[in-house]
């Protein structure tokens, strides 16, 4: 019997048969409980199981963040859809379809109160020949703004440990160990005394 010589097809179907496929991850729910937020295969990449609001955020704000995340949700959902969901993205780069788009988006954040968010439009960009061309804000800036416009509202400076303002309201022990230790030694040599004077 002579052995067929092995080819790269062979050595294909037994790596396909060795290894089962395992369906890729692309996005998961941010680990923090309740967070209505995905965590994207690039943040995943880096390492992260938070979604980009909580992330360096103090654990024991976690609830706090999250709720407040709910009260957005569907802000933050046009923004994740202002990036990804081609369908849409297209309509909004349409040249027909734009004007209406905007027009569109601009009634909605104005309905909800926060007309702020609208679709920004005649940015001059560029100048050719002395003259001045506009362009409108695009849809990855434009969720990238709600995005930004969220965290304001939901994270608070102090949320991040040891910023500036998670030290304000610490107790000076809290955060300077020699303070803690010195006043550990006060304690101590005010116990002995104690002691000394109980004695006599
Ligand atoms: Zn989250």
């Excluded at 680990?31 to 943040?43: I, R, S």
């Excluded at 609001?53 to 704000?61: L, S, T």
């Excluded at 706090?64 to 933050?76: F, H, N, P, R, W």
């Excluded at 954040?109 to 609208?118: M, N, Q, R, V, Y």
Aim: proline fraction near 6%; charge should be negative.
């Amino acid at each position: 019997m002579t052995a067929r010589k092995r080819t790269n097809l062979d050595f294909q179907e037994e790596q396909q048969q060795q290894e089962p496929a395992k369906p890729k991850i692309f996005e998961q729910p941010c680990k923090a409980h309740g967070c209505p937020c995905m965590v994207w295969c690039g943040q995943l990449a880096q390492g992260l199981n938070v979604c980009e609001f909580h992330e360096g955020i103090e654990g024991k704000y976690f609830p706090e963040v999250t709720a407040s995340l709910l009260q957005y949700k569907d802000l933050i959902e046009l923004a994740e859809n202002l990036q990804r969901d081609w369908k849409l993205i297209d309509d909004y780069n349409s040249t027909i379809k734009h004007p209406h788009v905007v027009q569109t988006l601009t009634d909605y954040f104005c309905s909800i109160g926060i007309p702020d968010l609208s679709p920004q439009t005649n940015i001059p960009s560029c100048q050719v020949d002395g003259k001045t061309y506009y362009r409108d804000e695009s849809a990855y800036d434009l969720a990238n703004r709600i995005k930004k416009w969220v965290k304001n509202h939901v994270i608070k400076a102090e949320m991040y440990p040891n910023s500036e303002e998670s030290q304000k309201n610490k107790k000076i022990e809290e955060i300077s160990p020699m303070t803690a230790y010195i006043n550990q030694l006060k304690q101590r040599s005010i116990q002995r005394q104690r002691d000394v004077e109980d004695y006599f």
